[in-house]
């Protein structure tokens, strides 16, 4: 079977719809459908069951175990013979998720491209669980996760902890808690706050798919506390502009004080920036890859300008955290 009927088959065998494989792999279904009918008369066996709906049969079973290995073993060798160039000419593939690509990673290609000019990215962007899931799948080399869960097959080299903060304007503050709003940020300074001690003023919260949400639910059913919500979003810069202009009080990654920092944004000087109680707020963030695979030489490099990143993001970040 050569390695495009392969790639035919393993796409189908995933996607399980004609339609859908066929434009991921930008065919039309008909070529896929012929392709695949092929690949059963070459082998004389049945790979896929149609009726009463598309389903892989022991046989097809069987096919994609082989079929993924032949895959991985292609994309190893290509790596290996790419270390002997004298080019060092290779393809990565790295995930990310969208603000993080935001933030870090022009300084990461920056480093990286630089070292290796001949080697193409393929950069995708996801959440965690998902680039663990493809990276277990072969569809990613190594990817930067948040609380990455444990695998005895994964490798993971932590890059720094991150801890919520609380972007507030001063017309909230001192509307919300006229009285006692210099204690708030004095606490803020010296132990950092819980969400209890914000339960009375409006907020602005990030979509409930997202890390930051699930810390923040969690620290609201610890504290038998319903916030008073006046907004969600997915969009954290959305979040961001509206805290700013007074309009809330926003939970926001530590990445948003990093883009401070470079001058990359800026808020207004009457905005305040409170820092969470660390007891709920933390995230570790670790750059994960497999260790039942060879990775290749210009993985390395990958791994030292990833690394040299997050060693600045986390000097730039401990003296306000």
């Known amino acids: 079977m050569n390695q495009k009927k392969c790639q035919y088959f ?15 792999l930008h065919i039309t279904q008909q070529s896929l459908s012929g392709s695949i009918k092929r690949l059963e008369e070459e082998y004389g066996v049945e790979l896929f069951q149609r009726k009463p709906y598309l389903k892989l049969t022991p046989a097809g079973e069987t096919m994609l175990f082989y079929s993924k290995q032949m895959l991985r073993n292609e994309s190893q060798m290509i790596a290996s013979l790419a270390d ?9 593939v790295l995930g990310m998720s969208r603000q993080r690509i935001q933030v870090f990673f022009p300084g990461i290609w920056e480093r990286y491209h630089n070292a290796y000019p001949n080697v193409s990215l393929d950069l995708r962007q996801s959440y965690t669980l998902k680039m663990a899931d493809a990276l277990q799948a072969g569809k990613l080399d190594l990817f930067i996760g948040v609380d990455v869960p444990a695998a005895s097959n994964l490798n993971m080299i932590p890059l720094a902890s991150e801890y919520l903060f609380c972007l507030i304007h001063d017309n909230i503050l001192k509307e919300c808690c006229p009285n006692h709003w210099q204690e708030l ?6 132990e950092g706050l819980d969400v209890s001690d914000l339960k009375d003023f409006p907020i602005l919260l990030l979509a409930s798919d997202n890390r930051i949400r699930s810390l923040l ?6 504290c038998g506390i319903m916030p008073k919500t006046i907004l969600e979003a997915s969009d954290q810069n959305i979040i961001y502009q509206l805290a700013c202009s007074a309009q809330g009080a926003a939970f926001l990654s530590p990445m948003i004080l990093f883009d401070h920092k470079k001058g990359a944004i800026t808020w207004p000087e009457n905005c305040h920036c409170l820092r969470m109680n660390h007891s709920f707020s933390k995230i570790d963030i670790s750059l994960v890859y497999r260790n039942d695979l060879i990775l290749p030489h210009y993985a390395e490099g990958m791994k030292k300008a990833i690394t040299q990143e997050f060693h600045s993001y986390a000097m730039a970040m401990k003296p306000i955290s």
């Open 84 to 92: 002997l160039s004298a080019e060092c000419s290779g393809h990565l």
């Open 185 to 190: 940020l004095n606490k803020s300074a010296i």
């Open 217 to 222: 639910d969690r620290a609201y059913d610890r």
């Open 10 to 24: 393993v796409a189908l065998a995933e996607e399980m719809n004609f339609t859908k494989a066929s434009e991921a």
